[in-house]
């Protein structure tokens, strides 16, 4: 072999020993820190279930304050808790995916724009000093402008009262639609009512609420320059506490009767 072939040779020798040095490093740092970044998502979305509900205090730390709070996996449909599925190892984004956990969506079966419905989702409830209900917070969802949008909205324990809503992943413009985190608005959702009788009254306006309005206890005023987004979160917010979401589990819940 010439001696520029030998050179070369070497060149793509030490090139290939890099690669696989680099990628053996990258790889073994993707898997050493896959638990680490697995525990901080969940950690967030426990502070964010705590923040839905109004009961996160930032002095105090996250687990501690989750251990008053108590998952539950429900059946949708029957609006009943199931037994034998462990709320830890459950998955709802993944159920949500999987055909034979969920169902497809289409139309106007689909406001929120999810695609498929999972059969079986979680709920957090939050009990008071003697056992009784206190807050139940439910994971919701739907397509904003450009992004599903996932949050939590707590609801007090007449399951009609908010007391809170917030998203902890969306990719919605910021100071535009991605004013949905913006504690102000927050502000606006605690105490609004969901239901007038068995109706979802609860709507997000386009614009503010008119002074005086006879509904007012169930208009949010929705966010200016961001009608869009607003529309998304009107629509997801009375999707999940419509029948095919929550309300067969908030029904229960109001007439006491959850087993
Ligand atoms: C770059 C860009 C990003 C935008 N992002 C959002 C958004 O996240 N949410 C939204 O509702 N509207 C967004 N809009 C504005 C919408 O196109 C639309 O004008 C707006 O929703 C209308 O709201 P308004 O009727 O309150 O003005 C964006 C517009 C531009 C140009």
């Given at each position: 072999m010439s001696a520029s072939g030998e050179g070369l040779g070497r060149i793509l020798t030490v090139a290939l020993g890099l690669c696989l040095v680099c990628s053996m490093v990258v790889s073994t740092a993707a898997v050493v820190l896959k638990p680490a970044q697995q525990a901080n998502k969940t950690l967030d979305l426990k502070r964010n279930i705590l923040m839905a509900a109004g009961?996160?205090?930032?002095?105090?730390s996250v687990e501690e304050q989750f251990e008053q709070v108590e998952t539950r996996v429900v059946n949708l449909d029957q609006g009943r808790f199931v037994e034998g599925v462990d709320p830890a190892q459950f998955d709802q984004r993944e159920a949500a995916k999987d055909p034979a956990r969920s169902r497809a969506l289409a139309g106007a079966e689909d406001p929120a724009k999810l695609v498929r419905r999972e059969d079986q989702a979680l709920v957090y409830l939050v009990r008071d000093a003697v056992g009784d209900l206190d807050k139940i917070i439910l994971p919701i969802r739907g397509y904003g402008l450009w992004s599903t949008m996932y949050g939590f909205m707590a609801l007090e324990s007449d399951g009609n009262t908010v007391a809170g809503l917030g998203f902890y992943e969306h990719g919605e413009t910021p100071g535009l639609g991605g004013e949905i985190d913006n504690p102000n608005w927050k502000a606006i959702?605690?105490?609004?009512?969901?239901?007038?009788g068995n109706e979802v009254a609860i709507q997000v306006l386009k614009g503010s609420v008119p002074?005086?309005?006879?509904d007012e206890q169930w208009q949010v005023d929705g966010l200016s320059g961001a009608t869009l987004t607003t529309k998304g979160v009107d629509k997801l917010v009375r999707y999940w506490l419509g029948e095919q979401g929550f309300q067969p589990l908030l029904e229960n819940l109001r007439q006491g009767d959850l087993s």
């Open positions: 009961l996160l205090d930032p002095a105090l959702w605690p105490g609004k009512l969901v239901y007038q002074a005086g309005s006879a």
